[in-house]
């Protein structure tokens, strides 16, 4: 718990007020569950939580899926409309590359020392 910056507080059996943070996200989610009504519960529970963990927050600045892992939750629309940050070069397609020599019985280009897996069907060691 420590490593995702979570520090055990006690606190006084049967008080509310002393654990003032868990029980705003219970009063957060039971409101956003009252508003969402189509579906069975564990639906709009999922729904739920994928939207709140892929807002940002305005304190933080960030998602709490982006705290925790390192970069934004993708979802649906990312899929239709492109995250618009892949600027990195795509080199050449392995269907491009590999796939001709396969239907031509070929076998793939191989380097000097390339280190290859190799399996012995016969009797003796494999």
Not at 15 to 25: D, F, L, T
């Amino acid at each position: 718990m420590s490593r995702n910056g979570i520090t055990h507080i006690r606190t006084a059996p049967y008080h509310p007020n002393s654990n003032g943070i868990a029980e705003r996200a219970v009063c957060t989610t039971k409101s956003a569950l009252k508003k969402i009504t189509e579906g069975p519960f564990a639906q709009r529970l999922a729904r739920f939580l994928f939207s709140y963990r892929r807002t940002p927050s305005a304190a933080m600045g960030r998602s709490p899926a982006e705290n925790m892992f390192g970069r934004p939750m993708r979802s649906s629309l990312d899929l239709l409309k492109g995250t618009g940050n892949s600027t990195k070069k795509q080199g050449p397609c392995y269907m491009s590359v590999f796939l001709p020599l396969q239907t031509r019985g070929e076998d793939p280009p191989l380097g000097l020392r390339e280190l290859v897996w190799a399996r012995n069907f016969g009797r003796g060691s494999k």
